[in-house]
C-alpha cells in the first residue's frame, strides 16, 4: 500500500511524457517512437487544420503547412523530461513538426481579410418626396456592418497548440 502511495505521487508530480496527446512514460526510446509511429502515422502531412472563426472556415493544407512530425526528434525531447535539457517538463512537438510558418501566417492573413476592421451603424430616416404634387413619405433603411477584431497572432498561436496536441480543428 505504501508503494502504491508513493508511485501516485510520483505521478502527480512527475506526470508521464506525451507527444501530441500519446503517452511515452517509462517507454525506451525505440518503443516511444514505434509507438508514436504507430498511434499519429502519416496524419500531420495527410490532415489539413480546419479553422473556424464565426460563421467561416480556412483549410490549411499539409502542403501548405509543411507539417510532418520528426518522431525521433520530438521522442528526444519527451523523454528529457526533468533533466537539465527540460528541466520544466513542458513537451513542445512544433519545432519536431517542420511547419512552413510564413505560409500558414500568410494564409490566416488572408482569411482576416473577410472580416470587416471597421464597422458601421444601421439607421434610418423618413424621406419625402413631392410627384404630382402630391408629397409622400417613405422609410429609408440603412444596414449596418458589423465590425470584428481579428486577431491573426491569436488565431496563429491556436493552430499551433492544435497542432501541438494532434487536434486538426480550431
Do not use: C, W
Not at 75 to 85: N, R, W
Not at 138 to 152: M, W
Amino acid at each position: 500500500l505504501e508503494k502504491m502511495a508513493a508511485l501516485m505521487k510520483s505521478l502527480r508530480e512527475n506526470p508521464p511524457a506525451q507527444i501530441a496527446g500519446v503517452d511515452v512514460g517509462g517507454l525506451k526510446k525505440n518503443e516511444a517512437a514505434d509507438t508514436v509511429a504507430e498511434r499519429i502515422g502519416d496524419s500531420y502531412s495527410t490532415t489539413p487544420m480546419v479553422v473556424t472563426v464565426l460563421d467561416k472556415q480556412l483549410e490549411i493544407a499539409p502542403s501548405v503547412s509543411g507539417a510532418e512530425l520528426d518522431v525521433n526528434a520530438a521522442v528526444k525531447a519527451a523523454l528529457s523530461y526533468g533533466t537539465q535539457e527540460n528541466p520544466t517538463k513542458n513537451v513542445d512537438i512544433t519545432p519536431y513538426l517542420n511547419l512552413n510558418e510564413e505560409a500558414i501566417q500568410q494564409q490566416i492573413q488572408t482569411f482576416a481579410a473577410q472580416f470587416p476592421s471597421e464597422g458601421s451603424s444601421s439607421n434610418y430616416e423618413i424621406l419625402t418626396e413631392t410627384v404630382d404634387g402630391k408629397e409622400t413619405g417613405f422609410l429609408a433603411v440603412t444596414i449596418g456592418k458589423e465590425h470584428y477584431d481579428f486577431d491573426a497572432d491569436a488565431v496563429y498561436d491556436t493552430v499551433l497548440k492544435a497542432y501541438n496536441n494532434h487536434r486538426f480543428e480550431t
